[in-house]
């Protein structure tokens, strides 16, 4: 029993700790995926803000280059008008070169506005010194359809030139004399005194291409890289028209992550290209995640502490529950023990015989009671001296205890030299093989005895079935009386003597 209460509160005490450590755990868990959800929903509003941004300053570069492509598309329609009217005037002059541009702002500009003959040569020019650069390449710009609308393209000029851009109005025949196009050919230094003013973090980048992929500016600038071929078809073919395209790459420049944001100017072959590096994106972030995940480490780590250090306390209390319930458990087994042979003494043979007479009053079954006297102990113990006595009293329990074989039977020191043995579920003529086997083994001791040769037991057997007139004082009375029985009629022999019940009226103890 008390074992089973050691083990009841040792799982008490496991469970309990296991509870606690899996509160520890789940709030663990709940707080690492709490602070990985926030940490990534930020990450993601961060990117969210980055790509909004980069859709500003697409759409900034795209109303720019269209406003400037508007502004020369508007003088090639007054050249256009101008040559139209004079051939309907019958007049074949052209327009002189100063004409060619109208207005302040269009004068500071550095473009170049031409007028085509017939085989693609420049006729007139607003400036001859920078047409004579990419003259070869003009016949090129005239080769592409008849459309009269307005055409835009790129130009590569020889030698290492800066990449321009021609914008061109074809004339009908005759509608502008001998004149057949009028071209404006845009450099790309207007573009980039746009993208200078953009600011774009550390790492960041704007870039200019044309429809084959070809760099024509960019910024921060990377001459190096101008006029060459740096974004591949299939992300040409993959950027969708009048919608931007986004999406995450290493930089061909300089190697480095980024989030591009793309998308064509317009209806011209021309995109431009938004990257704005992760490491400016995520700059600010990277230092909250150090500082929450470092936080989460260290709450993390004390919670873990904490639960260790419980279920160190908790082991250490379990240990000490169990050494008090051990030492309770050896204070009862003393309580009920006889120091000297070892059997249960008189309160635990009150206890045993209390309880295997309820259990066999449950079940039905008849219980007997053995009741043992050392023949002329006394007379023993005073020739012997008391030491002597206490051996064969030691002799006597061993020689009880190797008789009984069942979990059951019970043998106590009653007191003195006198013995008590329970046999549960056992009828008279079993108890009375027992105590006959008792008597004959102790016999077969052969422990001398000054006064009748060697040491002898009588022995008072009482079997009863427990019922509600019956009751375990009625047994142990019975046992007593046989015993004074075997004594009165010679000693060293066994006396039986059957429980009489009392009457049916009186109330059976518990």
């Known amino acids: 029993m008390v074992t089973a209460e050691l083990r009841a509160r040792a799982a008490r005490h496991m469970l309990s700790f296991r509870g606690v450590a899996f509160v520890t755990l789940a709030a663990t868990v709940i707080l690492v995926l709490a602070c990985v959800s926030v940490l990534l929903e930020t990450r993601h509003e961060l990117v969210r803000r980055a790509d ?36 309907a005037e019958g007049k074949a002059a052209l327009p002189s070169r100063e004409s060619l541009f109208g207005g302040a702002a269009i004068r500071a500009s550095l473009g170049d506005i031409i007028i085509l003959g017939p085989g693609g040569e420049a006729v007139s020019s607003s400036r001859p010194g920078l047409t004579r650069q990419y003259a070869a390449v003009l016949p090129e710009v005239m080769s592409d359809g008849g459309s009269t609308g307005l055409i835009a393209a790129t130009v ?10 021609a914008l061109i109005r074809r004339c009908l025949p005759g509608a502008c004399g001998a004149a057949k196009a009028i071209v404006a050919m845009l450099p790309m230094s207007w573009i980039q005194g746009v993208f200078d003013g953009l600011e774009l973090g550390r790492k960041g980048a704007i870039a200019l291409v044309d429809s084959h992929g070809t760099l024509l500016t960019r910024q921060p600038l990377l001459p190096n890289l101008i006029g060459h071929v740096v974004e591949p078809p299939s992300v040409i073919a993959s950027v969708p028209h009048l919608r931007t395209s986004i999406y995450s790459r290493r930089s061909t420049a300089d190697g480095l992550c980024c989030r591009v944001t793309a998308g064509w100017v317009g209806e011209f072959p021309l995109l431009v290209f938004v990257s704005i590096s992760k490491s400016d994106i995520l700059r600010g972030w990277s230092h909250l995640a150090f500082v929450t ?17 419980l279920a160190q306390q908790a082991h250490r209390k379990m240990m000490v529950d169990r050494e008090l319930l051990a030492a309770n458990a050896q204070l009862a087994a003393l309580a009920h023990t006889d120091a000297l042979t070892g059997l249960s003494n008189r309160r635990g043979f009150d206890a045993d015989l209390a309880r295997e007479w309820r259990r066999c009053r449950r079940s039905g079954k008849p219980i007997s009671l053995l009741m043992l006297d050392a023949d002329h102990f006394k007379d023993y113990n005073d020739h012997f001296g008391h030491q002597a006595g206490d051996v064969v009293l030691r002799a006597l329990a061993d020689c009880m205890v190797g008789q009984i074989r069942r979990p059951g039977d019970v043998a106590a020191r009653y007191g003195g030299e006198e013995f008590a043995v329970v046999l549960p579920d056992t009828d008279l003529a079993a108890a009375a093989r027992i105590a006959e086997a008792i008597r004959v083994g102790i016999e077969l001791l052969a422990i ?23 009751a375990a004082a009625d047994l142990l009375a019975a046992a007593d009386a046989a015993l004074y029985e075997s004594k009165a009629t010679g000693r060293n022999r066994v006396t039986a003597r059957a429980v009489t019940p009392r009457p049916a009226v009186e109330p059976a103890p518990a």
Request: some cysteine.
């Open 293 to 309: 995940i470092f936080a989460v480490v260290v709450l993390s780590g004390g919670l873990v502490g904490l639960t260790l250090l």
């Open 156 to 165: 590569l000029p020889g030698g290492g030139g800066q990449p321009l851009i």
């Open 52 to 87: 909004i941004m980069a859709g500003n300053i697409l759409r900034l570069a795209d109303q720019a280059v269209q406003i400037e492509v508007g502004r020369y598309d508007l003088r090639l329609l007054d050249v256009a008008v101008e040559l139209h009217d004079a051939a």
């Open 448 to 470: 001398p005895h000054w006064r009748e040769g060697c040491v002898t037991v009588s022995i008072g057997l009482g079997c009863a079935e427990p019922g509600p007139a019956a």
